[in-house]
């Protein structure tokens, strides 16, 4: 068994009850040198933090990259299979080329997860914050809009502002953020609320420091760490989302690429030997949901400090 437990030394930590050096920062969260728990899980974390960067780059790299136009259709070329010359993923029954829209595909279906998430991590944090800091009733109302949407279905939810907004990614990304902010609000109102009671943030309004300096230079910082993991597993849930709501019609416009498109354009062809069309996107998506989970994963042991995991 493998203790699961990360290891945590932080350089110059102020003890109990004392503000450290850096005040911004005086449990030392941001500066400390984390280790992941054996070398298993240290090869795991960098080898799909790797991972995800070379999917990054070759997404932004996409248009230079990608040797054909990934729009462009071909009947006398219809079909090919993998390993064609010109066309080394083959290409769909319209003639188009197989790599070149994996390629752009990556570039709209990334670009999506990682906006939708950018915007609902601040989202959900701003509030998660003002519920914790706030008067009771901004408290309350945040905290039961949280609740109260968790219980939906928010595919279904995320499906019906789809329907109602109109396919775009501008309409696919809000959708996503809509649905998606509850789960960080909640954790960092837990936080931002446990923070304030800290002696180190005693100690900072002892010092006369105002209620925004000790918000923005203390509590949010510190409440970073859980926050930072969740972000990342909002990465993988925005991608996979982005990937159904386009699946269902209801996502990015047919005449984009992404992986979703390219799953529901190959869908009819699943038995007709053209196996690759699906394989491939799909195989996509589950290698980019695994190694967001792996990063994230890493990032929730990172984020175990003083005995706790978050």
Not at 80 to 109: I, K, V, Y
Not at 145 to 172: H, Q, Y
Not at 251 to 276: C, E, F, K, M, V
Not at 279 to 295: C, M
């Amino acid at each position: 068994m493998h203790n699961t437990a990360a290891v945590v030394s932080v350089p110059g930590d102020a003890g109990p009850g004392e503000v450290g050096p850096g005040s911004a920062d005086p449990r030392g969260l941001l500066t400390a040198r984390i280790r992941l728990p054996g070398a298993r899980g240290r090869t795991a974390f960098w080898t799909a933090l790797a991972l995800l960067a070379l999917m990054g780059a070759a997404a932004l790299l996409a248009p230079w990259l990608a040797g054909h136009d990934p729009t462009a259709t071909d009947t006398g070329a219809a079909s090919l299979p993998p390993g064609t010359s010109g066309h080394p993923l083959g290409t769909d029954p319209l003639g188009r080329d197989t790599a070149s829209r994996m390629l752009h595909g990556a570039r709209n279906s990334l670009a999506v997860g990682l906006a939708a998430a950018v915007i609902t991590v601040a989202a959900g944090t701003v509030l998660g914050a003002l519920a914790a800091v706030g008067p009771r009733w901004i408290d309350a109302v945040i905290t039961r809009t949280a609740e109260a949407l968790l219980a939906l279905p928010m595919i279904l939810v995320a499906l019906a502002f789809a329907a109602v907004a109109g396919a775009s990614i501008t309409t696919v990304v809000t959708a996503i953020a809509a649905t998606a902010w509850m789960p960080v609000a909640l954790v960092a109102r837990a936080e931002v609320s446990a923070l304030r009671e800290r002696p180190f943030v005693r100690a900072a309004y002892g010092l006369g420091f105002s209620r925004t300096r000790v918000f923005l230079r203390h509590l949010v910082p510190n409440a970073m760490p859980p926050i930072t993991a969740i972000a990342a597993f909002e990465v993988g849930h925005a991608i996979l989302t982005e990937s159904t709501l386009s699946f269902l019609g209801a996502g990015i416009p047919p005449n984009t690429p992404s992986w979703g498109n390219l799953l529901t354009d190959a869908r009819s062809h699943l038995l007709t030997g053209q196996w690759y069309t699906v394989a491939l996107p799909a195989a996509a998506i589950v290698v980019v949901i695994i190694a967001v989970n792996v990063v994230a994963t890493g990032l929730d042991r990172r984020a175990a400090v003083e005995g706790r995991t978050w």
